[in-house]
């Protein structure tokens, strides 16, 4: 079965644009949630998405958004980037809503977003 | 405030040796943690977990370790192996499911 897969890999974006990055689940997987990691904070948790729906979300501003597919893909979308967005945007999936990380999840490999 | 992990960036270790990692909670809510391994270029993966009515759980080769009075968590690893160098960090789930992570611990293994 393959995994979480995350595309871009690896992306360079000016401040003021937007960027979306999208992540596969595990097949019949049906939750995802987006992190956000950076040397500096750590991993820190974006939002969950099952059914469509946000589920839980994290202390992000707005500009941070995200979205769910029929067929459980997803995408999150940051507009006006600052340089602090730099970091690595890791997509994790799981076969149930996580009620936070109770349920086991699978992390893809991440998307590097440099911002310049 | 909430803050989780102790500032420890890098433990060396000797292959075969056991590992001790560290992690402090702040949060007494926190129902539920986690341990996560994350090698490089690549996404965490989940290693143990533990309840807040335990206060220890086994696994291959990991031990997690919760003290509640104190709010310490840790990671045992028995006889280290090269294939256990990576980043190591806990995570914990307060009531509310919001989650906060710890910054890490690189394990860095000695031949």
């Known amino acids: 079965k393959a995994g979480v897969t995350q595309t871009p890999r690896y992306l360079i974006k000016t401040r003021g644009q937007q960027v979306t990055l999208s992540c596969s689940p595990i097949?019949?997987?049906?939750?995802v949630s987006w992190y956000q990691q950076t040397p500096g904070q750590g991993l820190q948790f974006l939002f969950e998405?099952?059914?469509?729906?946000?589920?839980n979300k994290g202390n992000f501003p707005g500009r941070f958004s995200g979205r769910q597919f029929s067929n459980s893909r997803s995408e999150m979308n940051v507009s006006t980037l600052e340089l602090g967005d730099s970091a690595l945007y890791l997509c994790?999936?799981?076969?149930?809503?996580?009620?936070?990380?109770?349920?086991?999840?699978?992390f893809g490999p991440g998307t590097r977003l440099l911002v310049l | 405030g909430e803050n989780v992990g102790l500032h420890l960036p890098t433990l060396s270790v000797q292959e075969g040796d056991n590992s001790i990692i560290n992690c402090a909670y702040s949060n007494s809510a926190s129902d539920y943690f986690i341990w996560y391994k994350q090698e490089s270029g690549k996404g965490p993966q989940f290693i143990i977990d533990?309840?807040?009515?335990?206060d220890k759980r086994q696994g291959q080769r990991v031990t997690v370790l919760l003290n509640k009075t104190v709010k310490h968590l840790s990671l045992q690893i028995a006889a280290t192996q090269p294939g256990d160098s990576a980043v190591y960090f806990c995570?914990?789930?307060?009531?509310?499911?919001?989650?906060?992570f710890g910054k890490g611990t690189r394990l860095h293994i000695l031949p």
């Open positions: 994790a999936s799981s076969l149930r809503p996580g009620q936070g990380i109770r349920e086991t999840q699978y």
């Open positions: 097949s019949g997987h049906r939750s």
């Open positions: 995570a914990e789930n307060m009531w509310d499911d919001k989650i906060i």
């Open positions: 998405y099952f059914s469509e729906t946000q589920r």
């Open positions: 533990i309840r807040s009515n335990m």
